[in-house]
């Protein structure tokens, strides 16, 4: 995958969006200038079985009128029964060769990092990029790690790692620049867009702030 695909990589599921549809969420976040899309469809009111499949179909038809690789997180089976453009693995998700087993051929894999060890796991089984975090203290996930900063980054890149990088967690605008000052390719973010007044907004402010 192209480096910049990961530049404004967002990510969302129903259960991000306040009550507002999911589509429209995603339609102004491209309209603002995001790169890439992951569903990520969890949480205790999330969709499951025909309704996720369903939403699934809507956000990627969505994705594809704009040339933008749709991504489904953890979801191995749904990813391919739909066509998805690939797949992001976290530590405690599917393991990585059970997932490219059953992906296929030109799938993209994506893995979450937390260490360089972590990191030099997922280059060494052929992650395309990894997602590292988290970078700040974020309450969208319930599950989240120790908060250790772009730090990661750097130490990640230190060791000569070459891998595509997009940092995640707790994100905003302001933060950008440190994020991408210490190797990363992009930012990876959820709710600074799903909660703003105006998801469209939200994206064209961050892609102003990435110069792309």
């Given amino acids: 995958m192209k480096r910049e695909e990961l530049n404004l990589y967002f990510v969302m599921g129903s ?11 995603l339609q102004e976040a491209i309209n603002g200038g ?4 992951q569903f990520r469809e969890k949480g205790h009111d999330a969709k499951v079985g ?4 369903e939403l699934a179909l809507e956000l990627k038809k969505t994705c594809k009128r704009h040339d933008i690789r749709f991504i489904v997180n953890d979801d191995i089976d749904l990813a391919v029964e739909i066509g998805a453009d690939g797949v992001h693995i976290g530590q405690e998700d599917t393991a990585f060769p059970v997932a490219k087993e059953k992906l296929i051929s030109g799938m993209i894999i994506g893995v979450s990092c937390h260490t360089v060890e ?10 395309d990029y990894i997602g590292v975090g988290p970078m700040y203290f974020t309450t969208t996930k319930k599950d989240i790690r ?4 772009p730090e990661v980054i750097r130490q990640i890149r230190n060791a000569g790692m070459t891998i595509p ?5 707790g994100i905003s605008v302001e933060h950008t620049g440190e994020v991408l000052k210490s190797g990363a390719d992009g930012v990876a973010v959820i709710s600074a867009i799903t909660k703003a007044g105006s998801p469209f ?4 402010e961050f892609s102003r702030c990435i110069g792309k």
Avoid at 34 to 37: E, G
Avoid at 118 to 127: D, K, L
């Fill in 50 to 53: 025909a309704e996720k499949k």
């Fill in 15 to 25: 259960s991000d969006c306040n009550g507002r549809d999911p589509s429209g969420v």
């Fill in 146 to 149: 120790e908060v250790k900063g």
């Fill in 34 to 37: 995001i790169t890439l899309f």
């Fill in 165 to 169: 990088i997009v940092g995640i967690g």
């Fill in 118 to 127: 972590e990191a030099e796991a997922a280059v060494n089984h052929g992650a």
């Fill in 201 to 204: 907004a939200a994206a064209s």
